[in-house]
C-alpha cells in the first residue's frame, strides 16, 4: 500500500531534534496526487526550497560571528539582541542560542524533507506522468546528495549526528562522528556517478550537478583532519583536480572578480552550486537588510528596503588609527590598495558595477546621493570608518581618543566597513535587484582547496600558482604581492581564504581545520583554549525532547 503524503512544518526523521511542530496529514496518496511533471517537480522542489533558506542567516551567522572577519556589533541601543552577537563573537554560546537551536532543526528538517520526499516520488509511475525513468533515477540521486548535504552540515557544527537510511519516525541514537563521515562519504560516492554533469551555458537551477556532488565530497575529505582526526588531504586533492580538469563539468574560473556574483551569475561557468534568487524572490535582501545603513538606499538611488546596520567587517585600526597588529582578523586592511575589490561600491548602470564595499564618505559620484544618519549622526553623511569606538562621546564621556573602547559594545552608526558582495541596482534597473543568485559552492574553492592541500603535501611552488590563478583577476596589473614559497605559510593561507571567501559562510570551518578557531587573538577576541567549543551544543529542547540525544562533551550534564 502506498504511505500517504506528509505535510509537514516540522518533519518527524529528527523529531526528537527539532522543535516540534504540528504535522498535518493528506489522505491523497501519491498514485492519485502525482499526476504530470509539474506535480511531480513541485514535489522535488520543496526539500531544495528548505536548503535554499538554509544558506541564510542563522546558519550563516554561525560560520562567521564567531571568527575574525565579521561582526554585529551593538551601536548604542541596536543590535543588543540580549548579547547573542556579543555571545558568539567572545565564544560564550549555550545550548539556547537561538542560532544553535534554529541550525539543529533546520539540520534535521532538511534531512527528513529530503527523504520523505524521495520515499513518495520512488512510488509514482513516471511514465504516465510523462517523464521518464531515467529522470526518475536522477530525482533520487539529487535527495540522496542532498541528504549528504545537510549531514555534512550538521557533521561540521556538532559533529556525530543520528543516521537514517530513509524516512522513519524511529528515534536513532547519534553516530560517532566517524560514523557520521563515512555515511555521507558512501552516499556520495554512490550518487556522482549518475549525476548529470554541468554543461557550459547551462542555467543553475539550485538542483544537483555532478560537480556540486564531487564538491561536496572534497569538501568532506578536506575538513576530515577536523571531523574525525584523519588526514584525507590527497583524496580531497584527487576530487579536487578531476573538478579543475573538467571531469564533472565544464567549470571554469570568471575573467573578474565579480562576474559570478553578479545579476547574471546564474550563467556562471565558475559557479557550481547556487541557491536561484530573482527580484520577487529576495534571497540576498537579509544580508543586504542586516549590513546597510538605514538611508543607503539614497545611496545607491534605489527604491526602499529595510536596512538595519548591523554587519560590519572587523576593524583593522584602533580609534586612535593606528593599525593592529594581530595576525587574525583586520580585513579589510588585509586587501592591497591596488586590489580592484577594495573600492567603493558604484553601481555604474546596464548591470555593470565597481566595488566590494561601502566605506568613506557615502557620497554617490555617479548621482550625488548621499546616505545619512538616523541617530548619532542624525543629518550628518555617514563616513564609514574601519574603526569601532563612540567617537561621539569624545568630550563627554571620554577625554580623549587614547582612552575610546573599542569593543562589541561601543559601536556607532558609522562604525565599520560595510561588505557589498552581491549588487544592488539604481532605481532605473530596479528590476535587476535580488536578482543575483546565492553562491554556495564556487571553482574558486575548488583551487584553494587543491592549493591548501599541496602546501600540506610539501608542494609550496604549487600551492601558490593555485593561489595566483585565482589572485590575477583581483588587479588591473600584475599581482602586486603574489603567493611565493618563499612567503606562503598557514597565516598566508589563511589570509587568502578570507580575502577571496570575505562573508560567504565558510570561516569559522577554515579556522578550525587550521587550528586557531580556540587559540588565536583576534578584535575584542582572547583565545580560550577550550577545544570543545570547535562543535556546537545540541539545543536544550532537543535533548529535553529525546530518549536518546546526548549533549557534546564540554556543554555541561544531560538535561
Request: overall charge negative; glycine content about 6%; proline content about 5%.
Amino acid at each position: 500500500m502506498m504511505k500517504k503524503i506528509i505535510i509537514s512544518l516540522a518533519a518527524a526523521i529528527m523529531v526528537a531534534g527539532c522543535s516540534l511542530e504540528p504535522e498535518f496529514y493528506s489522505s491523497v496518496t501519491p498514485d492519485v496526487y502525482y499526476d504530470s511533471p509539474s506535480t511531480i517537480y513541485s514535489a522535488l522542489a520543496r526539500p531544495f526550497t528548505h536548503w535554499r533558506t538554509f544558506q541564510q542567516e542563522y546558519r550563516w551567522y554561525l560560520q562567521e560571528y564567531p571568527t575574525d572577519e565579521l561582526c554585529s556589533p551593538q551601536r548604542y541601543v541596536h543590535f543588543e539582541d540580549g548579547g547573542m552577537w556579543a555571545e558568539l563573537h567572545h565564544h560564550k554560546w549555550t545550548p539556547d542560542h537561538k542560532c544553535i537551536i534554529e541550525t539543529w532543526s533546520a539540520v534535521g528538517m532538511g534531512i527528513s524533507l529530503s527523504y520523505a520526499i524521495a520515499e513518495d516520488l520512488k512510488e509514482v509511475d513516471y511514465e504516465k506522468c510523462g517523464l521518464d525513468n531515467d529522470i526518475k533515477a536522477d530525482h533520487q540521486r539529487q535527495l540522496k546528495a542532498l541528504v549528504a548535504y545537510f549531514y555534512l552540515k550538521g557533521l561540521d557544527y556538532f559533529g556525530g549526528m543520528p543516521i537514517y537510511r530513509g524516512y522513519s519516525l524511529q528515534e536513532v541514537e547519534r553516530s560517532s562522528a566517524k560514523e557520521t563521515f563515512d555515511f555521507i562519504e558512501e552516499t556520495l560516492l554512490d550518487v556522482i556517478p549518475g549525476l548529470k554533469p554541468y554543461r557550459k551555458g547551462m542555467s543553475h537551477d539550485g538542483f544537483i550537478t555532478q560537480g556540486a556532488a564531487a564538491a561536496m565530497l572534497a569538501e568532506l575529505y578536506f575538513n576530515a583532519i577536523s571531523y574525525i582526526g584523519e588526514d584525507h588531504f590527497a583524496e580531497c586533492a584527487k576530487v579536487c583536480q578531476d573538478i579543475i580538469d573538467q571531469k564533472y563539468g565544464q567549470y571554469e574560473l570568471s575573467s573578474t572578480w565579480n562576474a559570478h556574483f553578479g545579476f547574471d551569475n546564474d550563467k556562471s561557468a565558475e559557479v557550481i552550486w547556487a541557491a536561484p534568487s530573482a527580484n520577487s524572490q529576495f534571497l540576498c535582501s537579509w544580508y543586504f537588510s542586516q549590513s546597510s545603513p538605514n538611508n543607503i538606499a539614497n545611496f545607491y538611488g534605489s527604491s526602499g528596503a529595510s536596512a538595519y546596520n548591523g554587519v560590519c567587517l572587523q576593524p583593522s585600526l584602533a580609534p586612535t588609527g593606528e593599525p593592529y597588529t594581530w595576525k587574525m582578523g583586520r580585513p579589510f586592511r588585509k586587501y592591497n590598495d591596488s586590489d580592484l575589490r577594495k573600492k567603493l561600491f558604484v553601481y555604474r548602470g546596464n548591470k555593470e558595477y565597481e566595488g566590494m564595499f561601502l566605506m568613506g564618505k557615502l557620497i554617490n559620484p555617479v548621482t550625488g546621493g548621499t546616505c545619512t544618519g538616523n541617530w548619532d549622526y542624525s543629518g550628518e553623511v555617514l563616513e564609514l570608518v574601519d574603526m569601532i569606538a563612540h567617537f561621539k562621546q569624545l568630550g563627554k564621556e571620554y577625554p580623549d581618543v587614547s582612552v575610546l573602547p573599542s569593543d562589541m559594545y561601543s559601536g556607532e552608526e558609522n562604525s565599520g566597513i560595510r561588505l557589498v558582495k552581491y549588487p544592488t541596482p539604481n532605481l532605473a534597473d530596479d528590476a535587476y535587484r535580488w536578482d543575483p543568485d546565492w553562491v554556495v559552492i564556487r571553482l574558486a574553492e575548488v583551487y584553494y582547496m587543491l592549493a591548501e592541500c599541496k602546501f600540506r603535501s610539501g608542494d609550496k611552488t604549487g600551492a601558490a600558482n593555485l593561489f595566483n590563478q585565482v589572485r590575477k583577476r583581483d588587479f588591473a596589473g600584475a599581482d602586486p604581492d603574489p603567493v611565493t614559497e618563499s612567503n606562503i605559510d598557514k597565516y598566508r593561507i589563511l589570509d587568502e581564504w578570507m580575502l577571496e571567501f570575505l562573508g560567504e559562510g565558510r570561516r569559522r570551518t577554515d579556522l578550525i581545520r587550521w587550528d586557531v578557531f580556540t587559540t588565536e587573538t583576534w578584535w575584542d577576541h582572547n583565545p580560550s583554549r577550550k577545544e570543545y567549543l570547535k562543535l556546537f551544543p545540541l539545543p536544550t529542547t532537543a535533548i529535553s525532547n529525546s530518549n536518546l540525544l546526548k549533549q557534546n562533551p564540554g556543554y555541561g550534564e544531560n538535561i
